[in-house]
């Protein structure tokens, strides 16, 4: 047990998936894993351990926002030992080309700030995810059959967003979509030696403002859960 994750040594599988939401990780659970197991509530945080096509996965509520996920990746790592990390959750467009309901597989992640900003001083460390999980997930989005778009995404500190002037130049430099986790991710997988892609659906589009209603938003998310579990085992 950790601070923040009540599950017994054994309990939290080598690979785990990441959606902030801790509904959204019950949800998940329960269609996609067999005999998904409750091996976490400390705080409401839920998380799971079942089995995919054979394979051990736990789906771990991780919170909203880099601090909150930060927290939970270290005690993932560093007290169960996981070895592959895959957020799966929802962002937002940036580009016209992109349409709600596609996936986004993020590359790289831009920041202003994460947890970490204050280890690297003056140095830009620049976070990207697993090659071999990166290639893994495109080549699953393919036989899923839902738009998928591979490359460079922003990770937010901030919610409510008053930086148009910054939206506007990410979106003239190819940024994909942003979300508020990623890059934190991305950063410790790198500080520990272990694997960590985010696969994540477009929720809404800062562009176009179409938007995902909320009563079918977790009926859209499955396409980015079968391609992040697909891609943990390829």
């Excluded at 996981?82 to 937002?92: E, N, Q």
């Excluded at 947890?115 to 036989?143: C, G, H, Q, V």
Aim: aromatic residues 8%; proline residues 4%; negative net charge.
């Amino acid at each position: 047990m950790t601070f923040h994750i009540g599950a017994k040594p054994g309990e939290i599988a080598e690979t785990v998936l990441l959606p902030g939401d801790p509904y959204r990780a019950r949800w998940a659970a329960e269609k996609f894993l067999k005999d998904p197991k409750l091996v976490n509530e400390v705080r409401g945080m839920l998380g799971f351990t079942g089995t995919y096509k054979g394979n051990r996965v736990t789906i771990q509520g991780s919170g909203m926002g880099m601090p909150s996920l930060s927290i939970y990746v270290n005690e993932l790592i560093k007290d169960y030992d996981a070895k592959t990390l895959i957020r799966i959750g929802s962002c937002g467009a940036m580009q016209e080309s992109i349409k709600v309901r596609d996936v986004i597989i993020a590359m790289t992640t831009t920041t202003v700030a994460t947890p970490s900003s204050t280890i690297f001083r003056e140095l830009n460390f620049s976070p990207s995810a697993d090659y071999s999980l990166l290639r893994a997930a495109a080549d699953a989005a393919s036989k899923v059959g839902v738009g998928v778009h591979v490359g460079g995404i922003y990770s937010s500190d901030t919610f409510y967003d008053e930086r148009p002037d910054l939206n506007k130049e990410m979106t003239r430099h190819g940024i994909l979509g942003v979300e508020m986790e990623a890059a934190e991710l991305y950063t410790l997988a790198a500080r520990y030696g272990v694997r960590a892609l985010a696969v994540m659906t477009v929720s809404d589009h800062l562009i176009t403002g179409d938007a995902l209603p909320a009563d079918q938003r977790e009926t859209s998310f499955g396409d980015m859960i079968e391609i992040a579990l697909e891609a943990a085992f390829s």
